[in-house]
């Protein structure tokens, strides 16, 4: 079996093209197959190499991914070669119709209640007529004929029709001999070896084109499944006005690739709350237990799966992600965060003198000298001692030590803190916050 994710280098990587990447994958994985990669860079003043580079940089990070890479913009020759192949079996035609013929096409079979599809003008060009236009420097597109309806078997959706009515003769080579997205998709995965294609159900009719271009070329097509869009808290279609969307975004935000790949499993793959890693994903990921109800994204839950991958991760795994972090503040941190950005400010923060100048009134100096006193005896159950020796309540004692060591009323686990503090630090702290009381 073979799968593949085709993203086009037009914008960053988000979480529903990695929903698709993540599906494909785990297909492949789950029966020992393939998982291939493909640039769609057909549109080249929409394509940019920084974009390339990032949704590259994007699938390393996700699902690990460091295979050879195919673009489209490599293999142009290939493409003009099947459609000039189609336009001597007469299964396509030259159509030299501007943009303001066809704006005008369009609006006039509207206007009568029509479907906005080519009347197949063209189609009936002489050779003559042919080479006269050409010879005026007229430079044609090149249109597939698109006879009869589609029907075929969608992996999640069932049985599929799509009528002609709804596809009409559509382009495969532009004017600049570029193939369009349908015509280059079909021949790279044929000659790829493509077997399984999942991606979203905005595809449908793209599929449906792609179904008929596969029977004209003589070509077994691979089974598809359409995966419902991902909607936002307002139930319309997930995009940039949601909030963070982007695999860039979200690895900046301290998201973990295995909660990020589990959440979207989540999402309508057919399994419920579930932690899984990788492996567990593959081994309970069934194209057939994929929803049709289209899932809504929830940042919220989606922090709650990092959060529970967090607490469960290896240290030197998340070290791995972040060399910045250190071996003992992950143990001891990793429990109390949501994110690795969380994580990574929480061990700045404690590492960093604080800032101790607003707790002047806020700190008990009885507390403090009693503390100072008690680290003569060394960490282990410190706090403990404190407490007991000090005439102020449990809340107060821990407040007051708090404040001295980061300089905030609210964080970690004030023993997961001293635990993480040598006791020179905590001591030059402690003194320092004594000092502001003259």
């Given at each position: 079996m073979r799968t593949r994710f085709a993203p086009s280098p037009t914008g960053e990587l988000h979480v529903g093209n990695a929903r698709v990447a993540l599906f494909n994958w785990l297909l492949s994985k789950k029966?020992?197959?393939?998982?291939?990669?493909?640039?769609?860079?057909?549109?080249?003043?929409?394509?940019?190499?920084?974009?390339?580079?990032?949704?590259?940089?994007?699938?390393?990070w996700f699902l690990n991914f460091g295979g050879e890479v195919v673009r489209q913009s490599e293999r142009l020759s290939i493409y003009q070669e099947y459609a000039f192949r189609l336009l001597e079996e007469g299964k396509a035609y030259f159509c030299f119709c501007t943009e303001e013929e066809l704006e005008a096409l369009r609006k006039k079979r509207l206007s009568q209640g029509l479907p906005p599809r080519y009347d197949r003008r063209c189609l009936r060009l002489s050779q003559k007529e042919i080479e006269e236009l050409k010879a005026s420097g007229r430079r044609p597109t090149v249109r597939f004929k698109a006879e009869g309806d589609v029907y075929f078997e969608d992996m999640v959706f069932g049985p599929r029709h799509i009528k002609e009515d709804d596809l009409g003769d559509f382009i495969i080579l532009r004017k600049d001999l570029w193939p369009t997205y349908n015509f280059a998709c079909v021949i790279d995965d044929h000659l790829m070896g493509i077997t399984h294609v999942i991606r979203g159900e905005d595809h449908l009719t793209n599929t449906a084109r792609q179904i008929l271009l596969y029977k004209a070329l003589g070509w077994i097509p691979p089974q598809f499944a359409h995966l419902p869009l991902l909607l936002g808290s307002d139930r319309k279609v997930l995009s940039k006005?949601?909030?963070?969307?982007?695999?860039?975004?979200l690895r900046q935000?301290?998201?973990?690739p295995q909660a990020l790949a589990n959440y979207l499993l989540h999402l309508g793959g057919g399994i419920g709350e579930e932690i899984l890693d990788f492996d567990g994903m593959i081994k309970v990921f069934e194209i057939t237990k994929i929803e049709r109800s289209q899932p809504v994204f929830d940042f919220k839950k989606l922090l709650w799966f990092n959060r529970e991958h967090l607490k469960r991760a290896e240290a030197s795994s998340l070290i791995a992600l972040d060399p910045e972090l250190d071996q003992k503040g992950v143990k001891l941190f990793k429990d109390e965060v949501n994110a690795l950005s969380e994580l990574k400010e929480l061990i700045r923060l404690l590492k960093e003198e604080p800032?101790?100048?607003?707790?002047?009134?806020?700190?008990?100096?009885?507390?403090?000298?009693?503390?100072?006193?008690?680290?003569?005896?060394?960490?282990e159950n410190w706090i403990k001692r404190v407490v007991e020796r000090s005439s102020s309540s449990p809340k107060e004692v821990f407040l007051s030590l708090r404040l001295s060591l980061t300089g905030k009323k609210q964080g970690p686990s004030l023993e997961k803190v001293v635990l993480y503090l040598d006791e020179e630090t905590i001591r030059r702290r402690l003194e320092r916050a004594l000092a502001l009381g003259g």
């Open positions: 029966t020992g197959g393939e998982f291939l990669v493909r640039i769609e860079d057909t549109d080249p003043e929409r394509s940019s190499p920084e974009f390339e580079a990032s949704i590259l940089e994007d699938l390393r006005r949601h909030g963070a969307t982007s695999l860039r975004e935000m301290g998201i973990l800032n101790l100048e607003g707790i002047r009134d806020e700190v008990n100096r009885t507390v403090l000298q009693t503390a100072l006193e008690e680290l003569e005896g060394g960490k």
